[in-house]
């Protein structure tokens, strides 16, 4: 049973930065899916990024692309979420997954259905305008 916890979370002005982490309970940085959702009030879970650890692959949201970069610390079991020009479309809550992975095309496949096994309580986004 793998843990997360999400932390980073605030308020922010548009145009500003936050850097979310999700800590992971056990060793995930080999061969995992790991991956970042959002979902604000009334509207429905989005992927936002994910990677597949085993090779590196990531992918993001139309919505973040240029704006949004993930990141691994392997020795600290984190995965990062670096969020710059945030708008206020950004508010939400941010929520971090892993499943186990096979492939970056996996991990796209199963990011895109919202597949995940274990996911984090959730640390919240708010960006005004």
């Known amino acids: 049973q793998v843990q997360l916890v999400e932390s980073g979370g605030g308020s922010v002005q548009a145009g500003g930065s936050l850097r979310l982490s999700c800590a992971a309970s056990e060793y995930t940085y080999s061969s995992y899916c790991m991956g970042w959702f959002r979902q604000a009030p009334g509207k429905e879970r989005e992927g936002v990024a994910v990677?597949?650890?085993?090779?590196?692959?990531?992918y993001y949201a139309d919505s973040v692309k240029g704006r949004f970069t993930l990141s691994q610390d392997n020795a600290e079991n984190t995965l990062y979420l670096q969020m710059s020009s945030l708008k206020p479309e950004d508010s939400a809550m941010y929520y971090c997954?892993?499943?186990?992975?096979?492939?970056?095309?996996?991990?796209?496949?199963?990011?895109?259905?919202?597949?995940?096994?274990?996911w984090g309580q959730g640390t919240r986004v708010t960006v005004s305008s």
């Open positions: 990677v597949y650890t085993g090779g590196g692959s990531t």
């Open positions: 997954a892993a499943q186990l992975g096979r492939s970056g095309d996996y991990c796209s496949a199963v990011w895109r259905r919202g597949d995940f096994n274990y």
